[in-house]
């Protein structure tokens, strides 16, 4: 795929105006100021996934009540370097449920044969504390796992990024969307739609709508990143974050909008629907300090395709 040089390389295209960490797969975001890199995504992202008695992975897609469920972690895991202490926690609400704490200490047991999409592999359990809570709260067995980097890779799909990593995320280490493409569709939309439903990890503000369909090589503050493929949308941004009901927008708008048959009229067309751009970074992140991402950060643009029908998807 031909990359197009931008003319604006070294000015910045955008700023970041926004991080998401979604430490559980399918729950509640968290909103940063900063956010350290790591090899797999930002720090967190994704690192627990609740599974079903066969230990595959249940998401909003199945079970929209998870949208209900709030994560909070301590302040500092968000700084460069922090280990967690014996006392560190990640803590879990959900209405009419007990509050659930869970040690960011290193479990103990382990769950064989955890399934997420493609891949299967071990995980660490969280126990039993914390397979009840989500087994009461969804009306099935459930247990929560952990990624286990030790002895576990995930990769990306090298057909679109070959090497890269991640852990519990559907497919890619960062997702970014512009706060111009937001607002271009609350523009069409009966009644506007917040970006939680879309889960982006980086939001950006000052570019024009869609804008990041169309990026190649993207410098966020000092680090390379590239748009390796258009974020085709299930039907979690139909589910309405805040109630865990779903409905038919944005979905149906986007359909006529935003779909391959528009955006890409030549191409082979499967129904799916875009808004955002999956990245990688390109740095080695696990080497060396100050591998930090922070709001108010530059983007600039090095290089971008010269249509969304250019664009891997």
């Keep these: 795929m031909e990359k197009q040089t931008s003319s604006s390389s070294t000015e910045a295209a955008a700023r970041v105006s926004s991080i998401f960490i979604y430490p559980i797969k399918s729950c509640r ?9 790591s090899a797999t995504g930002f720090r967190w992202d994704r690192q627990w996934v609740v599974v079903n008695s066969k230990a595959r992975a249940i998401t909003q897609r199945v079970d929209a009540k998870l949208a209900l469920v709030q994560i ?3 302040n500092e895991a968000f700084l460069e370097g922090w280990v967690p ?39 660490l359990d969280e126990g ?12 099935k067995p459930a247990r929560l796992v952990r990624f286990n980097a030790e002895s576990e890779t995930r990769l990306v ?8 990593r991640v852990m519990f995320s559907d497919g890619y280490p960062f997702m970014v969307i512009s706060q111009g493409s937001m607002d271009a569709l609350n523009g069409i939309l009966k009644e506007p739609v917040p970006v939680n439903r879309f889960r982006p990890n980086i939001l950006v503000d000052g570019c ?36 865990g009901v779903a409905g038919t927008e944005p979905n149906q708008t986007l359909m006529k909008t935003r779909s391959d048959k528009v955006l890409r009229p030549n191409r082979k067309h499967q129904g799916k629907i875009y808004l955002g751009q999956n990245l990688v ?3 080695n992140v696990s080497q060396g300090k100050g591998n930090m991402i922070k709001v108010g950060d530059p983007v600039c643009i090095l290089n971008k395709v010269s249509s969304a029908a250019e664009a891997a998807a």
């Design 128 to 139: 039993q504390e914390a397979s009840e809570w989500f087994t009461n709260y969804l009306g």
């Design 29 to 37: 975001g968290i909103s940063v100021s900063q956010a350290p890199l």
């Design 208 to 243: 024009e709508p869609f804008s990041e369909d169309l990026w190649g090589e993207v410098r966020i503050s000092k680090f390379m990143f590239e748009g390796v493929k258009l974020c085709s949308r299930c039907k979690i941004p139909t589910i309405d974050q805040e109630t």
């Design 72 to 74: 909070e972690l301590p």
């Design 85 to 123: 202490t014996k006392n560190s926690y990640m803590v879990i609400r959900a209405p009419g449920m007990n509050m659930l704490r869970v040690s960011l200490s290193k479990p103990q047991q382990v769950t064989d044969g955890v399934t997420v999409w493609e891949w299967s592999g071990s995980a």
């Design 281 to 283: 970074c390109k740095d």
């Design 157 to 164: 799909d090298p057909q679109y990024a070959s090497g890269h």
